[in-house]
């Protein structure tokens, strides 16, 4: 008897409501053994429903059960206490300060194995052998060991929190879902977690489609690094054969026009690493996030998941691929034709021609476009004073405030005609054309309204599908309509997500081919992108949905 006593682990006849030895045990009609004491104080607590449950298996029983003590336990609970359990598990097996503790142990804890998130506690290998043996128990959701169990209860109802209450955002119990919660969109946390674990998919895909992207920018600057500096060094090569063809009375030049070339070629060079590196650091963070993501994909827990989400899911602002513009491949050719005019040339080229060499250096500009504005100040930079022309003005637009503002009316108002007049929708062009760099703001009031950009020869006749901004090729348009966002071109609409506001901003770079929406309120966020190609200047557009008279769109003052 006292060789089998060796063998047991002292937690294995302990009371799991008080975690101490069993005092005067009983043994309830599920098999489960506790103190008479703990197991009658649980009971009372229960007593108003009068349905009393077991606190480990949660079987139920009516009647309350009558206790009788176990003497087989007291017995074995007794001659426990006089015999040496078996050698402590190594310090590795103890929990320390970063690591989970097993609930059940006693005293020193060992590590936990698994956290049941019905129980709502973490085991040790020992202490979890009842969710491998006890058919009730397997039933238990088993995750990796997690200290934030707790939170997982509603602070409400003290219930398991297995729902999710998609129009609060918050994770709840099924009692909140019928009280408090009743009405809203609610699903299982399983179900949202599968929709979310998509959306991580797809995130997953655009860094990783990011990653490509900028390794790929990466490459292409390491390329131009080197054609400057080869072009560089040619230009340096020719030059020095040219300059040792003169006369000492050049030796100086020479030695100028070298210097001005390396010193160019480190401006650039400098610039395009700048970059370069920029694009790198970007790289580590999103391989970083990635694996932040991928981390959390595997998050067995549901709550958790949906707790870390949205602030894993946000990311940064992406360099932008088209501030790398590489000219043609034409660096310092041009300094080695001055030079050998200079030879040619002597005196004409001292007295005259010496500006060519410098300019010929200074011009040598690899990245040609600037980095777009990031906040409004910046923008502002560009803004442009713009007004409406009444001449395109459909009938049924009344314009006003030095015709900067416009109004959809229900009467037809007494415009001469004229062939640049939009007779089917109703919308209105600026006067000024865009070319360049543009920004403008556009507030407007009202259930539906239209902000775009289209070339001059746009339509003017027939219905939206033939000079409605946005169903053609010749037009741009993002349309607000009941709070909520879209934008079309060419017949094509992309669904646009972003806070409801009454002012938009549009940011135009001609020539880079960008045009860009921005939710303007206490801060920029970006609606909607387009890179494309612009053959022609733009004019600013205004579009009215039809028949929401009243409504009202203005081109804001910025200066």
Same mark, same amino acid.
């Given at each position: 008897?006292?060789q089998k006593g060796d063998q047991l682990d002292r937690e294995t006849i302990s009371c799991s409501i008080c975690l101490e030895p069993l005092k005067d045990p009983v043994t309830i009609p599920c098999g489960h053994s506790y103190c008479m004491s703990c197991i009658k ?107 934030? $169990? @707790? #939170? ?6 003290? =219930? ?8 609060? !955002?918050? +994770? ?63 230009a340096v090569e020719d030059s020095e054969k040219i300059f040792t063809e003169l006369i000492s009375l050049l030796q100086k030049r020479s030695s100028d026009v070298k210097q001005q070339i390396r010193s160019q070629q480190e401006t650039e060079v400098s610039q395009v690493?700048? $970059? @370069? #590196? ?6 580590? =963070? ?8 991928? !981390?959390? +994909? ?262």
């Open positions: 008897m006292a104080t649980h009971w009372d607590g229960e007593d108003e429903n009068n349905i009393y449950s077991c606190p480990q298996c949660r079987r139920t029983f009516t009647p309350r059960p009558d206790l009788v003590k176990s003497t087989v336990l007291a017995d074995l609970v007794e001659r426990l206490k006089n015999i040496t359990l078996h050698a402590a598990p190594a310090d590795h097996c103890y929990a320390g300060p970063e690591d989970v503790a097993c609930d059940v142990c006693t005293g020193r804890k060992l590590k936990a194995l698994k956290s049941c998130l019905v129980c709502l506690a973490s085991y040790c290998e020992k202490h979890l052998q009842p969710h491998d043996d006890v058919a009730p128990l397997k039933k238990h959701k088993l995750v990796d060991p997690s200290e934030k $169990l @707790q #939170e997982n209860i509603c602070s409400r109802h003290d =219930e398991v929190m297995k729902m999710f209450c998609r129009t609060d !955002q918050q +994770s709840i119990c099924y009692l909140c879902s019928v009280e408090e919660h009743k009405g809203h969109d609610t699903v299982s946390a399983a179900a949202e977690r599968t929709e979310r674990q998509r959306e991580l998919e797809v995130s997953r895909q655009n860094i990783q489609q990011r990653i490509q992207d900028r390794e790929k920018d990466v490459k292409m600057l390491q390329q131009e690094v080197e054609a400057v500096s080869r072009s560089a060094d040619k690493k700048e $970059l @370069q #590196e920029k694009l790198e650091q970007e790289i580590t =963070e999103l391989k970083r996030k990635d694996a932040e993501l991928k !981390q959390l +994909s595997h998050t067995e827990d549901h709550n958790q998941f949906l707790h870390n989400y949205p602030s894993l899911s946000q990311l940064s602002a992406s360099t932008d691929s088209s501030s790398i513009n590489i000219r043609p491949l034409r660096y310092f050719e041009d300094v080695t034709a001055a030079v050998s005019e200079l030879r040619d040339q002597l005196q004409d080229i001292l007295r005259e021609k010496w500006t060519n060499i410098s300019l010929a250096v200074t011009e040598v500009d690899v990245l040609l476009s600037e980095a777009e504005p990031k906040t409004r100040a910046e923008f502002l930079k560009y803004s442009h004073e713009i007004t409406l022309d009444p001449n395109t003005a459909n009938t049924e637009l009344f314009l006003s405030d030095g015709n900067r503002k416009a109004e959809l009316m229900s009467q037809h108002q007494l415009y001469s005609s004229h062939p640049d007049r939009f007779t089917g929708c109703c919308q209105v062009l600026s006067k000024e054309s865009l070319t360049g760099r543009c920004y403008w703001e556009v507030e407007w009031g009202g259930g539906g309204v239209g902000v775009a950009v289209a070339y001059k020869d746009i339509s003017r006749a027939g219905d939206s599908n033939e000079c409605g901004f946005g169903f053609n090729d010749k037009s741009w348009a993002l349309y607000y309509q009941t709070n909520s966002y879209k934008f079309w071109f060419n017949k094509i609409k992309t669904p646009v997500s972003g806070p409801g506001s009454s002012r938009v901003g549009v940011y135009l770079d001609h020539r880079a081919g960008i045009l860009s929406f921005y939710n303007i309120s206490e801060t920029m966020t970006l609606l909607h992108r387009v890179q494309t190609t612009f053959t022609q200047p733009l004019h600013a557009g205004l579009y009215f949905y039809y028949p929401y008279y009243g409504d009202t769109a203005e081109l804001c003052k910025l200066k």
